[in-house]
């Protein structure tokens, strides 16, 4: 059964950079769309990212214009690197597969296999 599983997440300063792996256990990302979310305390989780098979990708809300998602199917793993961290992305950020598209997912509720999550921490 494939399993997600986030790393890279841990304690960065104000400014500088991070890049978080989602790698596909126990199979392979294959044609799913993967996405990469967030949740803050007390705050709602939400779409950051989605990537389908053909490499077209989406950025929602704070990752738009500092957050890039790539996939490397020979290491069933998709990266999400964020430039410029700011306090406010502190948070459990999570990567989840939805089904095969030509166009981009955009619903939570489109993505049914997801990881446990890795921290980050955005902080002086």
């Known amino acids: 059964q494939v399993q997600l599983v986030e790393s890279g997440g841990g304690w960065v300063q104000p400014g500088n950079s991070l890049t978080l792996s989602c790698e596909a256990s126990?199979?392979?990302?294959?044609?799913?769309?993967v996405g990469w979310f967030r949740q803050a305390p007390g705050q709602e989780r939400r779409l950051l990212t989605t990537?389908?098979?053909?490499?077209?990708?989406s950025y929602q809300g704070p990752a738009a214009g500092r957050f890039t998602t790539s996939r490397n199917n020979a290491k069933n793993t998709v990266f999400l690197q964020m430039n410029n961290l700011r306090p406010d992305d502190t948070a459990e950020y999570f990567c989840?597969?939805?089904?095969?598209?030509?166009?981009?997912?955009?619903?939570?509720?489109?993505?049914?296999?997801w990881g446990r999550g890795t921290h980050v921490i955005v902080s002086s």
């Open positions: 989840a597969a939805g089904p095969k598209t030509r166009g981009l997912l955009s619903r939570l509720s489109e993505f049914t296999l």
């Open positions: 990537l389908n098979y053909l490499e077209g990708a």
């Open positions: 126990g199979g392979t990302f294959g044609d799913l769309t």
